[in-house]
């Protein structure tokens, strides 16, 4: 078992790390390892000395520059100007471009929200969206459990029965004439056109 | 920007999820069909349709069609067939079957069954090795009113009453035949009463309280008798409320000296434009001495509606012997006097005396004319 070769940030690493200007996971790590390493420890000062020392001379050089300004007061009333109009329009172009944002936003969701809904709408069964529905009310307590259903029923496609989450329908013409057969049974009652048999259909529920 | 990505990508998928169709799993086995060996009818062919499975929403929707072909392998001929069909996730509580009444397929002929199905079972469904619907025979009636086959679902009765009803109206024809009476005939098959179309209705049996709102009235049930069934309707009544009727209950007499095993009773619904409609008969299973009298009430709630789904309101309920067994296995159906006997209304005495077999017999005389029914009359007779 070999110890891993410690492995040093680069200098432009270190010198950004220096200003606070690293990403926040890069900063946190990069952090650790001068806080642990006394070379690299050393190399973070040395940048913060040479970036203090060059905003200490060019500060000095700037007050240099200024104190050859004759009207202060009236370049100073010009630049407070400048900046107010400046803000103002940042601000303004802000809202613009936060507006355009928000309602893109709410478009977009709209738009995916209608798209769910169609496709709920057309792909999922009545039936299942009561019983999602009702599921949901029983959750809230807005619903009482009740015993209570439809055993066999007949639609314009044919008889359906309905059991443990499932259900088979045996499908019919519409010409078909339905009826009841049983306690618990319809049928239906049809001539195939084609070899002119009357074929019956029954449905049985319990 | 990738976070984004992912996030409308994400986004997109939930909203684009109801649209999914199709399932990718199309490999299993859906629909068998599992003869007995001793079987008197085999399938000579089985082809699958144009079967798909569709998801929606957490359900998988599969749409079978099935085209048989099946040979009597047996030495009698066939008049009567019931094939089950189940379904392994309604297993016990749901099932349906095909019957093929009025059949004259004698020994080694061959004939078609269609079994167009669709089952809608969640996607988490257990899976497993058999075949997601079987279909199997249940009862083959004969000629001879013999019987072969498990008859799970009570199917030889149905078929044996299919068969009587069929064998009085091949009578009837005849004899109208025979004895030149075409104006008759003609109007027995439809031709006479220019406005008659069949009278469709739908259906819902429901069970447990009610969901309707509107108060109960109880109805009195009015009987049609035939003057020779050997079982009288006395009295009934019923709960009706819209269109929902709760419990009808009919009063009837043994008035044979017979004693009777079962009754079926036919129940007929007059909704508020006085139209009568035939709702079906249900068998009773009962022990009725001769001149006893019991009591048949229909566990349950029936819901009607007309074919386009608007609610139909009940008016009126009528009921009538349809079929009575007698404890040695004999069957009685009304005759045709009987029906004629019953009711003034042309219309009820046409869905009364109305069966599979006349059905059949009425395409073939469109089709074929005089000639065609006489020669089909023959061939069965």
Redesign the interface.
Known sequence: MSANPVRHPSAEILSLYSAGDLPLLLRLRTGRHVRCCAACEQQVLSFRLVKTELRREASSQILTGFEAIADWHALESDMLGNIRVGVAASRCIEKVGHTRKFVLRLAWAAG??A??MG??L????AE?SQRILTALRKAVGLEQP??????????????V????????????P??????????????A?Y??DD???????????? | MASKLRFIFG??L??????A?RAADDSGKWLAVQFPRDSPVLPVSFNMGPTTAT?????MVLDLHAALVLRNVGDKPICGLTLR?E?Q??S????????????FVLPGEE????V???????IA?AKSESAIVQVTVDCALFSDLKAYGPDK??SKH?LMV?EMQARRDRQYLARLLDSGRLPELREELNFGIQDFI??????????????TALREQALAVSPVAFPKAPVQPLSGAAQVAGNEVRAPRVEVRNTSKMKVSSVAMG?IVRDDRGTDF??????APMQIGPVQTTSIT???T?RFSL?TGQPMVIEGLMTFVNDVEFADGSLWIPSRADIDAATQDLALRRELATS??E??LA??YR?DGTSGLKKELKRVN
């Open positions: 995916m929200a798209l769910f496709g709920w057309a792909r999922i069964p299942d009740q015993f209570y259903g439809t055993i066999v029923r007949s639609t314009p496609e044919g008889i029965v309905r059991a443990q989450g499932a259900s088979l329908t045996i499908l019919n519409q010409s078909a004439v339905v009826s009841m057969s049983g306690p618990s049974s319809v049928t009652r001539a195939d070899s002119g048999q009357v074929t019956i259909t029954n449905v049985y529920g319990q | 986004a997109a939930v909203a684009l999820l109801p649209w169709a998801m929606r929403g957490a359900s069909v379904a996730d309604l016990p509580y749901g099932k349906g079957s095909v019957i093929k009444p009025s059949l004939f078609p069954v269609k167009d199905m669709q089952l809608r079972r969640p469904a679902l009570n149905a299919y069949p009278r469709q209705l739908g259906l819902e049996l429901l069970r447990g309280p009610r969901a129940w035939v709702a079906g008969a249900v068998t229909e566990p349950g029936l074919p599979p077999e059905q059949r395409k073939i089709r």
